[in-house]
């Protein structure tokens, strides 16, 4: 078995690596593991077992040489594969959600007059623009930990939120222009008068739901993954 120093320096080590801290948890417990079967299967020491397990995991836990020396916060070989399968993910469900929504609204075109389908998707872009900053308020202390803890990566997910920030005075510029004249042309583009008005303002609609749908599908994944990490977090140095 392992003892609490032996564990510090793995997990030292680990942190030298950059690792969002739900990855490095799990990546810690992998080494632990390997490092615990070679002590058992080999007459050997810590040190060894460490440097073998090190090894083992040097081509992961390497950093890009052509980005090293250029940037200080460089993530591994191993975080960017992770990282990049997670946002082709959270994009592709982004995608279909919004796909869905969106159609959903139009249907309502067939249904509905031009003031009551106006009234209905300004209702509609109005809960989308709504939602993630209801997310955000509504499990403010769990955000904020991000803040707290801002030396470090806490999860990959927390790079994402910042985009509720950015995104926010565009989608309300839009809602503020959607009733004098955007809803007109998407109801009209609906019932076969098509117009190039009504095509960029549908496709406006549905940049505006991808914004919100990835934002709080974001949120919640960053709210799960920062339940794993509330654990750990006694062992990190808080910024203030």
């Known amino acids: ?64 040489k052509f980005n090293i020396q250029f940037d200080l916060n460089d993530t591994t070989f191993f975080v960017k ?58 499990n403010r202390k769990d955000f904020l930990l991000a803040r707290h803890y801002d030396n470090y990566t806490l999860t990959y997910y927390q790079n994402h939120i910042l985009i509720v920030a950015a995104g926010g005075g565009v989608f309300s510029q839009a809602l503020f222009n959607y009733r004098s004249g955007m809803s007109s042309d998407i109801y009209s583009t609906m019932h076969g008068n098509f117009n190039w008005e009504g095509f960029w303002a549908i496709f406006c609609c549905f940049v505006l739901l991808f914004w919100a749908v990835f934002n709080v599908i974001s949120q919640k994944k960053y709210l799960i993954q920062i339940e794993f990490v509330k654990p750990y977090l006694k062992y990190l140095r808080a910024s203030f």
């Open 81 to 138: 594969k992770i990282t990049g399968n997670l946002l082709k993910e959270n994009l592709k469900t982004t995608f279909l959600y919004s796909l869905c929504v969106i159609i959903f609204v139009l249907i309502f075109a067939y249904f509905l007059n031009e003031n009551s389908f106006g009234y209905f998707s300004l209702t509609c872009l109005i809960i989308a623009y709504l939602s993630p900053i209801f997310v955000h308020f509504k």
């Open 1 to 64: 078995m392992m003892n609490e120093v032996q564990i510090w320096k793995v997990r030292n080590y680990l942190l030298s690596k950059n690792l969002p801290i739900d990855i490095l948890i799990e990546v810690e417990d992998h080494f632990i593991t390997q490092i615990t079967q070679i002590l058992q299967n080999e007459e050997t020491d810590f040190e060894n077992a460490f440097y073998k397990v090190k090894v083992l995991w040097e081509k992961e836990l390497s950093f890009p």
